[in-house]
């Protein structure tokens, strides 16, 4: 998608009377936090490859093995690894999926709200007012780009535990002109 239609995209969102301040895209190119995953999901993927194989042993192998215990066990088994193998492609293609994502997506700052639009597939639009935000954190690279994450509650888990929840502009272009605008924003709100 073009620049002129993800903008076009973000302005069919907007509500009525609300001005958009700041718009921009993310650079997939600089999205490297979901490929951390890997550090998991190689050596899960490589495991559940090694299983399979050691588990399809008995049906290929042949040798001594009873034919009970090589149909039985030779099957099973096999059959029980496929699933982990499946999560473990899952795991390492994510963060593919995250970089197509950011592709497609346009962050707005408005008069009233900040809000994301993503539109692969389906559009999906996540907003929060500016009244419902809590403290802002920002972190900014050399060259100006930079993520800002936004406290929009908390709640505590199952375990008691607090669980914060943010939204994150993640990956664009001079985040410091974007705390700027957002904390003006709320000043005047």
Do not use: N
């Not at 299983?51 to 008995?58: Q, V, Y």
């Not at 809590?134 to 008691?160: F, Q, Y």
């Amino acid at each position: 998608m073009t620049d002129d239609e993800l903008r076009d995209i973000v302005r069919r969102e907007l509500l009525p009377g609300e001005s958009l301040l700041w718009h921009a895209r993310p650079d997939p190119r600089r999205l490297h936090a979901p490929f951390f995953l890997w550090l998991f999901a190689v050596p899960w993927t490589a495991f559940a490859l090694f299983w399979e194989a050691m588990a399809l042993m008995p049906l290929l192998g042949g040798g001594h093995t009873p034919d009970a215990v090589r149909y039985t066990f030779g099957i099973a088994f096999p059959i029980f690894g496929l699933p982990f193998i499946g999560i473990g492609l899952v795991m390492m293609s994510a963060p593919f999926w995250a970089r197509y994502a950011a592709a497609r997506s346009i962050y707005g700052l408005t008069d009233r709200r900040v809000l994301r639009v993503t539109a692969t597939r389906k559009r999906k639009v996540t907003s929060v007012l500016l009244d419902q935000m809590g403290p802002i954190d920002v972190i900014t690279r050399a060259d100006g780009w930079g993520t800002l994450r936004i406290e929009t509650g908390s709640h505590l888990d199952a375990d008691g535990d607090r669980v914060t929840t943010r939204f994150e502009i993640d990956c664009v272009p001079d985040v410091a002109r974007l705390e700027a605008l957002l904390l003006d924003a709320r000043r005047r709100r």
